[in-house]
């Protein structure tokens, strides 16, 4: 790592719903080697090793933040119109109950799977206008945009199905000719058209060419069509039109053969806008179903292979070695609304939980992010054994997009021990910390704790900065002979300078995370030793 220079942009933890962001800085352009503190107190018990306390530039400059990561297109990358036939022969009976309650409950499952910030959706419908009298002549020209693309909230669409009544004629071709001209602003956006029907055309119209026209437009317009409990000849009718519309026609037999077969004309649909937004589905895959089938991950950036639903949880396992700091960055790039007594609630969201490497959760160690698109957040480990960490991606609140995009980033931080930082170096003597010379070192996570050893045989005292402000630590000086504490300073953030005292035969200068466990902070800092003003 000499000469690299690392930022970490770090979420620690979560209180009282705060998301909180860091950022740390690594710098390593020379070293000296430290030997364990013997007989020292540690917080936890760890093998002795060698640590890195990196010199830096007394004129460094003041680190900077990163930039901040690309916002996703948040506009929708297709635009679907659903043709919802309405017609008079929807009222009849189909497994104890109409064609038309079977329709709105797959409309429902439209509204569910598709994202709407990828997907928007507008709903036409025909024959449904009871007022008018029940005749070619009144009945044919009803059809309607009921619910257009720029107002098609997701309570307004399924409030409009709702409200729909089977009644009048089958105008396919007509509505197949407007829905084109529905979707003629949007000819970047793969424009489709979905018709789902249970019978044809009955007002004279030609709807197979009316498909091939709008297929041959030249803005890549497609028709698909759901046919349901179809006669030969209405199926023949309606797959003719799919084929000539440039679309796929699915064959629905039977109440549940609707729902499965829209299934697979949304699964054409969400490929489509993979295809068409690869960046927003970046390497996806599956995780296991527990800790013990997590799937291993090496650094870079993934999404999920399908939607999480609240409650389901997908387990991933990441190699580390010894004082290696792990990063899992999380974005949002969809998230659908629904509504609860009145009140818009979060139906999408993004939450990872850290595991050590025996499966036990690490309490405050996880990342939750709720209707922030486009922001990032994230969450840590620090190993200290170089046994590897898990994590798990789900929440029992919210469902988990698969475009929800995360990061993980594994780089080594140098110092990892608790209060073994400090003592007699490799040569047996006593390693000095140059008055004047600027050192940096780390904070947080797994490592609680740094430990110096100075001979201060004058007045000196220690500077120490913090890159993130807001990190809490102390300062305690222990006489190195003797071990009795000489002097502690506590309720210090961000930066400070603190008096050395004198001591013969030399001081242990321990340096403590100071916040609350559930933040689980983590910082680089900067510190010197120079003679007292």
Known sequence: MDGEITTYLQFTGRRLGALRYFFMLLLAPLMFCVAPVEGFASDMDTPSSLIKVVPLPLDAAEPEAPPPAPRPDNQPVLYMEVILDSSGSMAQQLEGRSKMAWAKEAFDAILKRLDQQNVALALRAYGFDTSLPKTPEASCPNTELLTPFEDASRQALSR???????????????????????????????????????????????????????????????????????????????????????????????????????????????????????????????????????????????????????????????????????????????????????????????????????????????????????????????????????????????????????????????????????????????????????????????????????????????????????????????DAASGKRLARHVKLTGSATVPLPVAPGGLYIKVRDNNPRLYNMFSSYVFSVTPAQ
Do not use: W
């Not at 988990?400 to 990061?407: N, W, Y």
């Open 160 to 478: 409009t199905v709702q409200n729909l009544h089977p009644y009048g004629y089958t105008p396919i071709a007509d509505s197949l000719r407007l829905a084109g001209d529905d979707l003629k602003p949007h000819p970047g956006k793969l424009p489709r058209i979905l018709l789902i029907s249970d019978g044809e055309e009955t007002c004279g119209g030609d709807p197979a060419a009316v498909a091939k026209a709008l297929c041959e437009q030249g803005i890549a317009m497609r028709v698909d069509v759901v046919g349901f409990d179809l006669d030969a000849k209405s199926r023949d009718q309606l797959k003719a039109v799919a084929e000539a519309g440039c679309g796929q026609y699915f064959d629905a037999k039977n109440a549940s053969g609707l729902l499965e077969q829209l299934q697979l004309a949304l699964d054409e649909v969400e490929d489509a806008v993979r295809a068409a937004a690869p960046e927003r589905f970046s390497n996806p895959v599956d995780g296991g179903g527990s800790i013990a089938t997590a799937q291993t991950l090496k650094p870079g950036v993934y999404t999920l292979k399908k939607d999480l639903p609240k409650g389901e949880y997908r387990y991933f396992f990441v190699p580390a070695r010894k004082g290696e700091h792990a990063v899992i960055r999380s974005n949002i790039q969809t998230y659908g609304d629904g509504r609860k007594q009145g009140n818009a609630v979060l139906e999408a969201g993004f939450s990872a939980h850290v595991f050590t490497a025996n499966g036990e959760p690490i309490k405050g160690r996880s990342a939750l992010m709720r209707k922030t698109r486009g922001k990032n957040l994230s969450t840590g480990f620090m190993d200290i054994e170089g046994r590897g960490f898990y994590f798990a991606i789900g929440d029992n609140y919210v469902a988990v997009h698969r475009d929800a995009q995360f990061e993980l980033v594994v780089e080594q931080a140098g110092d990892m021990y608790e209060a073994m930082e400090a003592g007699e170096s490799p040569d047996g003597g006593s390693m000095q910390l140059p008055a004047g010379e600027q050192f940096a070192s780390h904070l947080g996570l797994e490592d609680r704790a740094d430990t110096y050893h100075y001979n201060a045989t004058t007045p000196a005292e220690l500077s120490i900065k913090f890159t993130d402000p807001s990190f809490r630590f102390k300062v305690e000086t222990l």
